[in-house]
């Protein structure tokens, strides 16, 4: 009867005998531990027994198996020596408590989590109800506890959730997540697991190989649906990395790397969709960690270049100015273009460094050109994560040089003002503030180009050379340009064309009324020491700068 009652238990309950085999072993200890197989036998030893608790990673094991030998030890001593504190030992592993307990001369009791849900509470992620991280270890091991396993894992990653905890606050982003738990329950089959990995992340274990493609796909449709949220309507979406046991990986970690890096492949793909796991993924990961490292190792060993390129104004045939291009000249895979590393140096955090190095090296350029030429530095949406560096930056940069700040323009893309678009804009006026003009780089690329002109007075903007390319044919370009350029002209800002490649499209530019122009046609970008003998060749403009007569106009 002892012996049914404590089975029954709710809370999880492990008895082993004086030579740490095993006595008995609960469901809900199993169930807690992320037992995996078959229940345990009578007489499994302490080590095999900690093998089987998928729910412990290996160093919760080992500390759980020298407190039970340190325990029986205390056993071992002359009665006297004994006192009931060191009979007993708590081990707290994050949000998981074990308490071991020595039975006089009968060996050791594990209890886990006594009074009330603990040990529930444990796997559970309070927000959204669903399993947590935990939850979900135990659940993989448990899947893939046979090497001939079939499972399927998809891991989910909220786009744009990011966006609308900031915009809409969190109270709005948690109800918002309870949301996407509901619609992601609704959508499951029984047997199916279904766990809240932190944040935004979610992950879906299937006892299938198959059916794992339709699933996503579905997925990916019905989290894109609209959500009413406390009287908001909020718009986000799902990536999803996709990984399948036993064709992809047959244990847990690698199961989840894979699926892992199948995520990454969606979010590089556009997001709004999902990936599967193909084995060059693996090749792309170690190619872009090595690249991380030489990245990492060119700052330090200082292997940056700037090129300049000139930028042409139109009426005068004059060069007003020219833009700093960052160049990589790598020891074995000679000059590596800007937009093979930059969205990496970005990701990594290795941008603002780098950017910071950008501008002091491009001002300390300037400062040796003519007055009236003025140097443009492009600066990523992640400089202006720190508004407070970027300013010093530029202010450091800039005394440093001994220029003038309105011989500074800053290009920067419309992804800058997607985040945080009233601190960015605070940072573009104190720019301003310092004489630095602000120009809107390749325009018209992205989602929202015509309502960015509205939210700041930009100086410039810089029609994406997309457009350009397409002058000669049917497909529209020379109407873009045209209209772009009456836009800016009648909101007072400067109309630069980038990539003018042929005479054919600078006559155009001209005619539609561009301000500058920037391709290779004039000049491609070149190392600074042959700046001057460009401007040897085309003259500079003779007019001083200042804020009154805008370059151009
Ligand atoms: P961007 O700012 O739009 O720069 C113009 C790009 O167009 C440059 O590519 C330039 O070499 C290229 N280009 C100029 N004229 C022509 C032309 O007539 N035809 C064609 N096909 N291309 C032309 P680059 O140097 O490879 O730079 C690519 C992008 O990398 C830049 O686009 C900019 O967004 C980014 N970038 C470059 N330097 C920096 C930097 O210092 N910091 C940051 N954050 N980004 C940079
Ligand atoms: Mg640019
Ligand atoms: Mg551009």
């Known amino acids: 009867m002892l012996r049914a009652a404590l089975l029954g238990l709710a809370d999880g309950v492990i008895l082993f005998d004086p030579g740490l085999r095993l006595i008995l072993c609960n469901a809900a200890a199993r169930h807690r531990l992320g037992w995996v197989g078959a229940p345990p036998r009578r007489g499994l030893t302490l080590a095999s027994w900690l093998d089987h608790a998928g729910?412990?990673?290996?160093?919760?094991?080992?500390?759980?198996?020298?407190?039970?030998?340190?325990?029986?030890?205390?056993?071992?001593?002359?009665?006297?020596?004994?006192?009931?504190?060191?009979?007993?030992?708590?081990?707290?592993?994050?949000?998981?408590?074990?308490?071991?307990?020595?039975?006089?001369?009968?060996?050791?009791?594990?209890?886990?989590?006594t009074g009330g849900d603990d040990g529930e509470a444990a796997l559970r992620d309070p927000l959204t109800g669903l399993g947590n991280r935990r939850a979900f270890q135990a659940a993989l091991a448990a899947a893939l506890a046979r090497a001939e396993s079939e499972a399927a894992l998809l891991l989910l990653d909220l786009d744009r959730f990011k966006h609308v905890n900031d915009s809409l606050g969190h109270p709005v982003g948690d109800a918002l997540l309870r949301l996407v738990a509901q619609r992601l329950r609704a959508s499951l089959r029984a047997g199916d697991t279904l766990v809240r990995l932190g944040g935004d992340e979610f992950a879906i274990l299937l006892p299938r190989a198959e059916g794992a493609e339709p699933l996503a796909e579905r997925l990916v449709d019905l989290l894109s649906r609209p959500y009413l949220v406390e009287g908001h309507l909020a718009n986000i979406g799902v990536s999803i990395g996709i990984a399948r046991a036993p064709a992809d990986a047959t244990e847990g970690g690698m199961l989840l790397r894979r699926a892992d890096l199948a995520l990454y492949a969606a979010k590089a793909a556009g997001r709004r969709q999902f990936c599967r796991f193909r084995p060059e993924m693996d090749a792309r990961a170690q190619a872009r960690q090595a690249l991380e490292t030489d990245l990492r190792r060119a700052v330090a060993l200082g292997q940056f270049h700037l090129y300049y390129q000139p930028l042409l104004e139109v009426a005068s045939g004059a060069v007003i100015g020219f833009e700093a291009l960052l160049r990589w000249a790598h020891p074995t895979r000679g000059m590596v273009s800007p937009t093979e590393f930059i969205p990496l140096a970005e990701e990594v955090g290795l941008i603002v460094p780098i950017g910071e190095w950008v501008l002091r090296q491009a001002c300390r350029a300037a400062a040796s050109w003519?007055?009236?030429?003025?140097?443009?530095?492009?600066?990523?949406?992640?400089?202006?994560?720190?508004?407070?560096?970027?300013?010093?930056?530029?202010?450091?940069?800039?005394?440093?040089?001994?220029?003038?700040?309105?011989?500074?323009?800053?290009?920067?893309?419309?992804?800058?003002?997607?985040?945080?678009?009233?601190?960015?804009?605070?940072?573009?006026?104190?720019?301003?503030?310092?004489?630095?003009?602000?120009?809107?780089?390749?325009?018209?690329?992205?989602?929202?180009?015509?309502?960015?002109?509205?939210?700041?007075?930009?100086?410039?903007?810089?029609?994406?050379?997309?457009?350009?390319?397409?002058?000669?044919?049917?497909?529209?370009?020379?109407?873009?340009?045209?209209?772009?350029?009456?836009?800016?002209?009648?909101?007072?800002?400067?109309?630069?064309?980038?990539?003018?490649?042929?005479?054919?499209?600078?006559?155009?530019?001209?005619?539609?009324?561009?301000?500058?122009?920037?391709?290779?046609?004039?000049?491609?970008?070149?190392?600074?020491?042959?700046?001057?003998?460009?401007?040897?060749?085309?003259?500079?403009?003779?007019?001083?700068?200042?804020?009154?007569?805008?370059?151009?106009?």
Do not use: W
């Not at 074990?98 to 009791?109: C, K, N, P, T, V």
């Open 370 to 553: 003519p007055e009236t030429v003025l140097v443009a530095v492009n600066v990523s949406p992640v400089q202006f994560a720190d508004g407070a560096r970027l300013l010093r930056a530029v202010d450091e940069a800039l005394a440093g040089a001994g220029l003038s700040g309105m011989r500074l323009e800053i290009e920067i893309t419309e992804s800058v003002l997607l985040h945080d678009a009233a601190e960015t804009l605070a940072i573009l006026h104190d720019l301003r503030g310092r004489g630095v003009r602000i120009a809107m780089d390749d325009f018209g690329t992205g989602y929202s180009s015509l309502s960015q002109l509205r939210s700041f007075p930009f100086d410039k903007i810089k029609i994406d050379r997309s457009f350009v390319s397409e002058i000669e044919g049917q497909s529209g370009g020379k109407a873009v340009v045209r209209a772009i350029a009456a836009l800016g002209a009648s909101l007072g800002m400067t109309v630069t064309v980038e990539g003018v490649e042929t005479e054919a499209q600078a006559h155009f530019v001209a005619s539609s009324g561009g301000h500058q122009m920037q391709g290779y046609l004039i000049s491609r970008p070149v190392p600074a020491d042959d700046v001057a003998a460009l401007l040897a060749r085309l003259p500079a403009r003779t007019a001083r700068l200042s804020h009154e007569t805008r370059d151009g106009i």
């Open 55 to 113: 729910g412990l990673d290996p160093a919760e094991r080992s500390v759980i198996r020298e407190h039970c030998a340190a325990l029986l030890a205390g056993d071992a001593a002359p009665a006297p020596g004994r006192d009931s504190a060191a009979a007993e030992k708590d081990l707290a592993f994050g949000d998981f408590t074990l308490r071991l307990r020595r039975l006089d001369g009968q060996g050791i009791m594990i209890s886990l989590a």
